[in-house]
């Protein structure tokens, strides 16, 4: 749990975004299948889920950096973001002192936020819900920590284990939370469509009356392996 951060009291109000096609393309993919992809992405730890509001996001990050329990940046944060963003928080992983709650959901949603993700707690789950903003989060805790900072926006976070610059794009599901770093945002949606198409090969097999076993190949690996284990050493 970090009390500071090199870039304590700074504010970064312009960040470079992906293209929106490329965002839209990642979205049409679970998190499952991004995270089997091979690629450069960054899979958030267990223990951070779906908290209220809708149930999946994809966008670019608005990064927010926070002393644990502290929500002085996190008022600011709603004035830096854009349509389509998600806001990535920071919040050390802090389970005792909610860091964002219904007010402030409400806000993004006017700002067109499609998501949030907070290492740390949130409240007012009810109102969360009612205005819709799909919420992610370690827990819920009623009462906040402190309004006096010190905090940053838009510099690097890290969020379950992962670090998240602004503009990487962050992908959230009932399976989880992954990030895409956005020079790789390319690379790695070539490489989920592979997964996709895989997959979908496997259900056709599987719907044909074909074993899982032997449509995925793992038939295959067993015999292969069961053999090199039996052959006698030399």
Do not use: Y
């Amino acid at each position: 749990m970090s009390k500071s951060h090199a870039q304590q009291w700074v504010v970064v109000e312009s960040i470079e975004r992906p293209p929106a096609a490329a965002v839209t393309a990642l979205a049409g993919f679970a998190t499952t299948q991004i995270a089997d992809c091979g690629g450069p992405v960054g899979v958030v730890g267990p223990g951070l889920g779906r908290i209220a509001g809708g149930a999946e996001f994809c966008g670019p990050a608005v990064t927010v950096w926070t002393k644990p329990g502290d929500i002085l940046f996190v008022l600011k944060m709603p004035d830096v973001t854009q349509s389509g963003d998600v806001v990535a928080v920071d919040g050390g992983g802090r389970a005792d002192a909610a860091v964002l709650g219904d007010i402030i959901a409400g806000a993004l949603v006017r700002r067109g936020v499609v998501g949030v993700v907070v290492d740390g707690a949130v409240r007012d789950v009810a109102g969360i819900d009612e205005v819709g903003l799909p919420t992610f989060a370690r827990g819920t805790h009623p009462a906040t920590g402190s309004n006096e900072g010190p905090g940053a926006i838009n510099v690097p976070v890290q969020v379950g284990g992962v670090v998240v610059h602004p503009g990487d794009v962050v992908r959230g599901d009932a399976s989880g939370v992954v990030v895409v770093p956005r020079e790789h945002l390319d690379a790695v949606i070539a490489m989920t469509r592979e997964v996709d198409e895989r997959e979908g090969t496997w259900r056709q097999a599987v719907a044909d009356g074909v074993s899982i076993a032997a449509a995925t190949g793992a038939d295959a690996v067993i015999d292969q392996r069961g053999d090199a284990a039996a052959a006698p050493l030399p």
